[in-house]
């Protein structure tokens, strides 16, 4: 009999097709929603294997109620959706799949950076509304990214193909990071700083940090204040690094300039949030790694780790290799 498993959302069906020849496999796909919790507790109880994304909450009391599960593959690099030391507490495994959606990330990072600083959505809109009457000298200027100074929030390997992109812009990179990183510095010319010089110097900061307890509202009110009038926020990493509140005030009363933001503090965002009344706010629906090649390529990650850990090798990137 081969091993069951859960998948909680429609998956390309190649890769639906690859879990299917090791393993007996149930999907979520009445919808393409987050599977109800009253139903994922229901399938979890005789699974061997979860493979999920990031919208699902895999805490202690859904662990609890699966006895035979030996790993849960997220198809996210982010697993904060995951209490991790529940899972190696059981002696679950958990994966996750970076690397694959490194530059697609870094892409969305830089298209985001860029639409942000040169207010592309909402010229966009102007000239979609009937507003354009003429050229004017003034009119819906920006802040220029070539030469610019941009400092990184956490220099992981996203952050680090960031930094080729600014280099193309002829940016002067700064960095904050739990740990410094040297290499890095020197391959690329970029300067480690504390995070106050890091909001005080920068014209762009960008959030590239996993969200753990530590980074919860790392940006607040605070760490608004000490950036520059002209400065531009991104942030394309999780919601609650950046506090909402905080921000929606810093960009209403022009403490920053603008604001680019790719994930938010509750997902899907509704679209009476206040931060969305704000023409100094881009908004994306959490797009960073939305290539088709990439999405193919994260799903098909993540079934390869499911498959090697039911088949008893170790996958490829886990996130609690003490497990
Ligand atoms: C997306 O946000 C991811 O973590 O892969
Ligand atoms: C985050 O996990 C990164 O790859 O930067």
């Known amino acids: ?155 992981g390997r996203i952050g680090e193909a960031l930094v080729r992109r600014a280099k193309g812009f002829n940016m002067n990179v700064l960095y904050y990071n739990r740990t410094r990183k040297e290499k890095t510095e020197e391959a690329y010319g970029i300067r480690y700083t504390d995070m106050n010089e890091l909001l005080r110097m920068s014209d762009f900061v960008c959030v590239l940090t996993p969200y753990t307890p530590q980074t919860h509202d790392l940006i607040g009110a605070a760490e608004l204040r000490r950036m520059k009038p002209t400065a531009v926020l991104i942030n394309t990493s999780r919601g609650g690094i950046v506090n909402e509140d905080a921000l929606y005030e810093a960009l209403r009363d022009g403490t920053i300039w603008a604001a680019g933001l790719d994930v938010f503090e509750r997902e899907p965002v509704v679209p009476d949030h206040p931060l969305l009344t704000l023409p100094n706010l881009v908004s994306l629906p959490h797009i960073g790694s939305a290539s088709v090649a990439t999405r193919i390529q994260m799903a098909r990650l993540a079934a390869n780790q499911l498959i090697d850990a039911i088949n008893g090798h170790r996958p490829a990137h886990l996130v609690n290799p003490n497990v």
């Open 1 to 155: 009999m081969k091993p069951k498993v859960y998948v909680t959302r429609q998956i390309p069906d190649e890769v639906l097709a690859m879990i299917r020849q090791a393993c007996e496999v149930r999907v979520w796909s009445e919808s393409d929603v987050p599977v109800p919790r009253d139903v994922l507790e229901r399938e979890i109880a005789d699974v061997e294997g979860l493979y999920c994304l990031l919208t699902d909450q895999v805490d202690e009391a859904l662990l609890e109620r699966a006895p035979r599960l030996k790993i849960v593959s997220n198809m996210a690099v982010g697993y904060n959706n995951i209490d991790v030391e529940a899972a190696t507490r059981r002696g679950i495994m958990v994966t996750n799949t970076p690397d694959v959606l490194t530059e697609t990330t870094a892409d969305l990072t830089f298209a985001l950076l860029m639409a942000t600083a040169r207010r592309l959505l909402e010229a966009s809109d102007y000239l979609r509304r009937g507003d354009w009457q003429t050229w004017s000298p003034m009119l819906l200027t920006g802040q220029d990214v070539f030469g610019s100074t941009l400092g990184i929030i956490g220099m």
